[in-house]
């Protein structure tokens, strides 16, 4: 590439992050600046980077979409079978970062993940348009498949078996929620003095520290 990367830089501001601001419960804090983004970021808001490692050690990532937030962590779905899947099943430890470049703000959230319930499953799964729910039937997500041609045809097929029917939900599909033990907030500041407020759970309690940005 020819084109000078170097001098691609904004200077960030939106707020400051005071400890006063951010308070003692960092899921309170999440819930606040998710609302804010989803009235700020039109295009995909509840995007978020999740990185799992496999069997070696090695990091992966990709982008998921956040679908709850609530007591028992950050869910997600997705085909239980896909590397991401495998590698959940080898370490349970991952990270999700979400980034917000219109708000000048990132959160990093660490922490274990499982299985939901079958049942939480299957009421997302009914919820989805159906051309998502043929879809997830049809994509065994991950492999490697020869051409276009065959996803749309096994796709045309799951469509006429189904006809006039509800879609199933697969059995290698489903959420998973992962239960924080970490969560940075980052928030741009001008001349990279930003703001980095931490929290670390212990004992059933937050400890919150500032990092240097
Ligand atoms: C905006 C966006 C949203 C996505 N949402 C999901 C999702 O919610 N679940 C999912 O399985 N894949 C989602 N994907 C696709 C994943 O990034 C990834 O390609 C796929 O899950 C396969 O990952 P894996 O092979 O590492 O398992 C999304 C991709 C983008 C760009």
Request: proline share 6%.
């Amino acid at each position: 590439m020819n084109r000078d990367l170097h001098s691609i830089r904004r200077d960030y501001q939106f707020e400051d992050l005071l400890e006063d601001q951010a308070g003692s419960d960092p899921l309170t804090l999440f819930d606040t600046w998710l609302e804010k983004a989803i009235e700020a970021c039109p295009d995909d808001p509840t995007a978020m980077t999740l990185s799992t490692v496999d069997k070696d050690g090695w990091p992966h990532s990709r982008i998921v979409l956040l679908k709850q937030r609530n007591e028992s962590g950050f869910s997600f779905f997705t085909n239980y079978s896909s590397e991401k899947g495998q590698q959940l099943d080898q370490s349970n430890k991952a990270n999700m970062t979400f980034f917000w470049p219109a708000l000048s703000r990132q959160i990093r959230i660490e922490g274990t993940i499982e299985k939901v319930s079958r049942d939480v499953s299957e009421t997302y799964f009914a919820s989805r348009p159906r051309g998502s729910q043929l879809a997830a039937r049809t994509s065994q997500q991950s492999t490697v498949i020869p051409n276009r041609s065959t996803l749309q045809n096994a796709f045309n097929e799951e469509e006429q078996t189904f006809d006039g029917q509800d879609v199933p939900c697969p059995d290698n599909w489903g959420g998973y929620v992962l239960k924080p033990r970490f969560i940075e907030f980052w928030q741009g500041r001008p001349s990279r003095l930003h703001d980095r407020i931490c929290y670390t759970s212990k004992d059933d309690n937050w400890i919150r520290t500032r990092k240097a940005p």
